[in-house]
């Protein structure tokens, strides 16, 4: 058990509409990274926030973008999904200055 | 650009050991890591390795030889819950000290009574 949260498990949408996933831990990280991970494939870094700014980005565009509140938690957005879109997303926290990350249980998210 | 080699599927038996390879070529690199994933699960913590030479954590040890580009994770006395997907990453660091993962495609373990 990592201690980290994210929700929804699962979601339904459709091309065009947006979605916001969610993490969360009761442990006071203050880096939280976002990855996709497709199906039979390794997580794909998207970015990172620290200190509730964004502190390096992957190679997704800008309608993937993200939060970070002062308690940690942490927002994933998406913006006129696609149907590659699908996939597990997946947020880990640590990462600063340390070698492990934890890893939330993620969202599967299908696009239709 | 940027890749990480390792073989799609590896079965064995349990009480085996198995080694699962990985040979990386990235732009930048700061240490290899090695993930698990059982089905639906959340990738967990394996090992690390920064430096050249061998880690031991249990039953499950990681080499890394920089000069190579190479790593391995090794798997002893496998047990059934040892089925799952392996994951080798290698750890990037730049900017403002933050560092991301770079992850394989995964390496699928199958082990059988």
């Known amino acids: 058990e990592t201690g980290v949260t994210q929700s929804p498990t699962h979601l339904i949408k459709t091309r065009g509409q947006q979605v916001t996933l969610r993490c969360s831990s009761q442990?006071?990280?203050?880096?939280v990274s976002w990855y996709q991970q497709a199906l039979g494939q390794g997580p794909q870094f998207i970015f990172q926030y620290y200190r509730e700014e964004e502190n390096g980005r992957g190679n997704f565009p800008p309608r993937f973008s993200g939060l970070q509140f002062p308690n940690y938690s942490s927002e994933l957005n998406v913006n006129a999904l696609e149907l590659d879109d699908s996939a597990l997303y997946l947020c880990a926290l640590g990462g600063q200055g340390n070698n492990e990350q934890f890893f939330g249980p993620g969202t599967r998210l299908t696009v239709l | 650009g940027q890749s990480l080699e390792q073989p799609s599927e590896v079965t064995a038996v349990e009480g085996a050991i198995v080694q699962i390879n990985c040979t990386y070529q990235t732009s930048g690199f700061y240490g290899l890591s090695w993930y698990q994933q059982h089905d639906g699960g959340a990738p967990t913590f394996l090992s690390y390795?920064?430096?050249?030479g061998l880690e031991e954590t249990g039953r499950f040890s990681s080499f890394l030889s920089r000069s190579d580009s190479y790593g391995y994770l090794l798997l002893q006395e496998l047990q059934m819950k040892d089925s799952a997907s392996y994951f080798c990453?290698?750890?990037?660091?730049?900017?403002?000290?933050?560092?991301?993962?770079?992850f394989g495609a995964g390496t699928r373990l199958a082990v059988h009574p």
């Open positions: 442990s006071g990280h203050n880096t």
């Open positions: 390795n920064g430096l050249d």
């Open positions: 990453a290698v750890r990037d660091l730049y900017g403002r000290g933050y560092n991301k993962l770079i």
